[in-house]
């Protein structure tokens, strides 16, 4: 009888083990990756997409902060590091919230800090805005602060890029925003991964699976020529100093997409399996823990 019992102890473990494994990836993943986030201290919105499409996404933290599907639907696939699930972009179709709603999401000021991390798969086709407030067309520009995947104009061809504005207008005397910072590290197709940027008031840093890498000053493309700048512009990508702070530029909060001169743009394609925004800039060995999410179910 000892015998067994002994023989189906072991089989009993390994079936439990078999069901948290398939739970965790196809619904239901652990949730101290989701606590991980709530406890860390500046949290304003954590998304974790385990909502059906046609459905509000909503948040955890200050608010629920109901992100509305706009220009058709995003379809929700059994896969994702947070909830288990995630949020399919691809056919043009993005998520908003009204500026009027956006709450504590309008982060601003001279010394303001933010941070912007999200847990995607990347297609590797295009541009990708993540998430943020940025609009780069609406009254001469609302851009405020923005993740992106892949800003190549101004070097930051396949990496992860964060952009933050103080006016919302292009970076004089040039006819685009170039003050983004751009990781060391580029982003792999079709692979789950971690992409993020902080802003402390002084310094953007992009970071991919929560490492921050700098870049060494280098010539920025489509730079040469312009007032002031005959020889182009030579600067650091990762950190990119900027101290100007963020502005309050009254542009909606949006994920997968920004509103450009031609209309909604910069589409992002892949999943989208978590987004997180924080009031504060966290510092590197935070970002290292909290990136580390998507590991815990496999990713």
């Known amino acids: 009888m000892k015998k067994a019992l002994f023989m189906i102890r072991p089989y009993l473990m390994f079936c439990l083990l078999t069901m948290w494994v398939g ?10 990756s989701i606590k991980k986030l709530l406890s860390t201290k500046g949290l304003v919105a954590l998304w974790d997409f385990k909502e059906q499409e046609g459905q509000p996404r909503k948040a955890w933290g200050m608010e629920d902060y109901p992100l509305q599907e706009q220009n058709g639907t995003l379809p929700r696939i059994n896969e994702g590091p947070l909830s288990g699930y995630s949020a399919l972009f691809g056919n043009k179709a993005f998520l908003s919230l009204p500026n009027a709603e956006i709450g504590k999401l309008n982060i601003y000021g001279k010394n303001q800090g933010v941070t912007v991390v999200a847990w995607v798969k990347w297609t590797g086709e295009q541009t990708g805005f993540v998430g943020g407030i ?12 923005g993740l992106f995947v892949s800003l190549p104009y101004y070097n930051g061809r396949n990496q ?26 580029t982003v792999p197709a079709n692979e789950w991964c971690c992409v993020a940027f902080t802003y402390d008031g002084q310094y953007i840093r992009s970071y991919f699976n929560g490492i921050f890498k700098a870049r060494t ?4 493309d489509h730079t040469k020529g ?5 020889e182009g512009l030579t600067q650091s990508k990762n950190p990119y100093y900027f101290p100007d702070g963020m502005g309050n530029n009254g542009s ?4 997968g997409a920004v509103l450009l001169k031609a209309g909604m743009g910069n589409f992002f394609k892949g999943q989208i399996g978590g987004l997180a925004v924080f009031d504060r800039a966290l510092s590197n060995a935070k970002l290292k823990k909290l990136s580390t999410a998507f590991l815990e179910v496999g990713y």
């Open 217 to 220: 000053p280098e010539l920025i």
């Open 226 to 230: 312009f007032e002031g700048y005959p």
């Open 23 to 32: 739970s965790a990836v196809y619904g239901q993943a652990p949730k101290r």
């Open 252 to 255: 909606d909060f949006t994920v």
């Open 160 to 185: 992860v890029c964060g952009h933050i504005s103080f006016t919302g207008k292009p970076t004089p005397p040039f006819p685009y925003s170039i003050d983004y910072s751009a990781s060391e590290q």
């Open 134 to 145: 940025w609009n780069e067309y609406q009254d001469g520009g609302k851009r405020q602060y």
